[in-house]
């Protein structure tokens, strides 16, 4: 199957990547101490005071939201997902486990990777993932 190349010489919007992944949550402060403490994300810009979180999620950016605070209204969950590439599936679902974490599916073997996905206080679904050829992005 041979995938066609697409030319950009008609479109005015040149996207040179993705900057960030953004998740609206309800609760600012229980959401940045869930994705540092409990996730164990290293949290890069916290401007929380003003709604905003950001946490570095390589080769991009997880940013969270306050719904309420910022765009006065209640969270809308669902419609996307951020999948955090990790070394061991297992051992991660086990930490977020004893955390007290909930699994919504667990760890699941395909022949390219492992995966499995949690969520987050306000029921936003994150994936964890692992290429078995060792890959990441």
């Not at 996207?15 to 290293?42: C, H, N, P, W």
């Not at 890069?44 to 719904?67: R, Y």
């Amino acid at each position: 199957m041979k995938i066609r190349e697409h030319s950009n010489a008609y479109h005015i919007m040149n996207i040179l990547g993705s900057d960030f992944v953004s998740y609206e949550v309800s609760d600012i402060q229980q959401s940045v101490a869930f994705y540092r403490d409990t996730v164990g994300m290293k949290l890069t810009s916290d401007w929380s005071e003003h709604g905003f979180a950001e946490f570095d999620a390589a080769p991009t950016t997880l940013s969270l939201v306050s719904a309420p605070q910022v765009m006065q209204r209640p969270v809308q969950v669902g419609g996307g997902m951020l999948w955090l590439a990790v070394s061991d599936v297992d051992a991660a679902l086990a930490e977020l486990k004893e955390k007290g974490t909930k699994v919504v599916m667990d760890k699941m073997d395909t022949p390219v990777c492992h995966m499995a996905i949690f969520l987050d206080p306000d029921g936003n679904s994150v994936g964890l993932h692992h290429r078995k050829d060792g890959t990441v992005g």
